[in-house]
């Protein structure tokens, strides 16, 4: 279970959002709402471990997430910026990625992934040509090559068009049926149906 104790955030001298608190367990969606500007990407980012928690805590089953291996092995995180290098091909971005985070992963499981996500025939092309829509879904396809319990996602389905947003729903859909975790922001409908989501808004 992932549980989040009176979590604050500063930026400058700006207070963005102070006791904030949820869990999340297995199976289940947890849908951050909020205005732009209030802080959901900073919340996002603490609660990965990847920025700094000055007030408050942030626990994985009960331990605190700061230095906590588990967590790291049990969580991916995909933000705004795709992390993606632009002169490497889709498969040497998941390839790398892999690599970083000491998985080891077979090329048919990752061609695997590529397809899945719609670039079936731009698997080897550069990241540098393909376009926005097609960029996020190469870094989605990370969520399939990890075995990662809980996913972080930060606007997920943004540049995407119909199917390859519905494409994701059912990427979410199953994970949550396997009792994965899914924290996330979105401005836009969940492609979710049939599926249960928990809200938590972010207050300015």
């Known amino acids: 279970m992932l549980s989040v104790t009176d979590l604050s955030c500063t930026r ?28 959901k990407t900073s ?10 928690v000055p007030e408050g805590q942030v626990s994985w089953y009960g331990q605190p997430i700061a230095d906590n291996e588990s967590f790291r092995a049990q969580r991916i995180y995909l933000g705004h ?6 002169d490497l091909s889709a498969m040497e971005n998941l390839q790398f990625d892999s690599a970083i985070a ?9 061609l695997s ?19 926005q829509g097609q960029k996020r879904r190469a870094a989605l396809a990370r969520l399939l090559t990890r075995q990662a319990t809980l996913w972080i996602l ?13 494409a994701v729903g ?11 975790m ?6 836009h409908p969940l492609p979710l149906p049939g599926t249960s989501i928990a809200s938590y808004r972010l207050q300015g």
């Not at 590529?114 to 990241?127: A, Q």
């Open 154 to 166: 930060d606007e997920p389905i943004v540049a995407l068009d119909l199917p390859a947003q519905e």
């Open 113 to 131: 992934a590529l397809k899945r996500l719609g670039l079936r025939g731009r698997e080897h092309l550069p990241v540098r040509v393909l376009s």
């Open 170 to 180: 059912l990427l979410l859909k199953a994970h949550l049926d396997e009792g994965g």
């Open 81 to 86: 910026d795709l992390s993606m290098k632009e």
């Open 182 to 187: 899914v924290l996330l922001t979105s401005h």
């Open 12 to 39: 400058g001298d700006r207070r963005l959002y102070s006791g904030v608190g949820f869990q999340l367990k297995a199976g289940t969606c947890l849908h951050l709402q909020g205005d732009n500007g209030v802080g």
């Open 102 to 110: 000491g998985c080891s992963v077979n090329s048919q499981k990752l």
């Open 43 to 52: 919340l996002l980012r603490q609660v990965s471990g990847l920025s700094t």
